[in-house]
């Protein structure tokens, strides 16, 4: 008798127009880092780039791409000079991302 496969956590994650260009503009600059460094942009940054060009404001990731994306936004959030907007959006983007992660199985 085989066992089922184990279900892959996913969180539904709303994001407004303005949070959405924060998350891909975030998204863009991490995948233009890498390539500048010569390096092949990891396939998760690519997935979830295209999942927000794609996405009509609600998006559904798996715990890994919450995961990521929340410590990309907290990287990019660290810095010291980004635009006051940027922060805004993108501090309401990391704690919504960080409440699914500490809750699991809320959408």
Do not use: C, K, N
Request: proline share 6%.
């Amino acid at each position: 008798m085989s066992s089922q496969p184990p279900e892959t956590e996913t969180h539904e994650v709303t994001l407004s127009r303005d949070e959405q260009w924060v998350v891909h503009a975030v998204l863009v600059g991490y995948i233009d880092d890498s390539l500048d460094e010569d390096e092949t942009p990891p396939a998760w940054a690519l997935e979830l780039l295209e999942a927000i060009e794609a996405s009509d404001g609600t998006e559904v990731f798996t715990g890994l791409q919450t995961r990521r994306l929340a410590d990309v936004m907290d990287d990019y959030l660290g810095r010291e000079e980004i635009p006051d907007q940027d922060y805004v959006h993108g501090s309401d983007v990391a704690d919504r991302l960080e409440g699914h992660l500490e809750s699991p199985g809320t959408a």
